[in-house]
């Protein structure tokens, strides 16, 4: 069992809608989470952190997470052409992130 | 510097050659790390230093596979009689210390022919 699973998509929405995307994992002792965003050809960026269960939003992204579940999201509001790439979900162990496959998303003008 | 410098940005490499793929992290930064990304998937840990050693060469995956960073700083990943399925894209990421997430270099390209 891969320690972070991410359902790999092509997740399609139109623009101006809500796009949510959803990781698993499997270490109860994680306790840091991360969503990067990676447009084809380029490394990852740092969208989004949480360390506590609920929501934390910022700007038009609000990750949520469920430690009991071991459950992740991210929710993008009024989703634009630009958000258009691959959403990785991280989750930090001491020392090392184990990263998901990615789910690509496809923002429909 | 102000990012992550990773070179060079591509690199072609015959089956059975040696290479050496540079990361320079960003100033101050003490923590450094290493992964590979092969085309649809996510980053796989390689390694993490902290400082000048090795806290973690776990995701290595197998004795080809070296990496120094001898004065705390510049990295390089050394690969010994290299296979073709060690093309991927080599990414290098630094941090700060308390720091939780990290900055990615723009990696690596190698192709082994």
């Known amino acids: 069992q891969k320690e972070v699973e991410q359902n790999s998509g092509p997740l399609s929405v139109p623009e101006g809608a809500i796009a949510s995307l959803n990781c698993t994992y499997s270490?109860?002792?994680?306790?840091?989470f991360f969503w990067y965003r990676q447009y084809s050809g380029k490394s990852p960026e740092l969208i989004m952190s949480?360390?506590?269960?609920g929501d934390k939003e910022d700007g038009r992204f609000t990750a949520q997470l469920n430690k009991a579940s071991q459950y992740v999201s991210l929710l993008i509001r009024d989703s634009q052409p630009s958000d258009s790439a691959t959403y990785l979900c991280a989750v930090k162990t001491p020392g090392k992130f184990y990263f998901g496959s990615g789910t690509k998303l496809n923002v429909k003008p | 510097g102000a990012g992550v410098s990773q070179t060079p940005s591509n690199k072609v490499t015959e089956k059975g050659k040696y290479v050496e793929l540079r990361c320079d992290p960003i100033?101050?930064?003490?923590?450094l790390y290493w992964y590979r990304q092969s085309l649809g998937q996510g980053p796989e840990f390689l390694i993490y230093f902290q400082g000048t050693g090795a806290a973690d060469d776990s995701g290595l995956p197998n004795d080809r596979f070296f990496a120094v960073r001898p004065e705390g700083s510049v990295s390089t990943l050394k690969i010994q009689r290299t296979e073709r399925g060690d093309s991927a894209v080599y990414l290098c990421a630094s941090s700060s210390q308390g720091a939780y997430g990290y900055t990615f270099g723009s990696g690596t390209r190698l192709t082994v022919v």
């Open positions: 270490d109860r002792v994680s306790q840091s």
């Open positions: 949480i360390y506590s269960n």
């Open positions: 100033s101050g930064h003490t923590a």
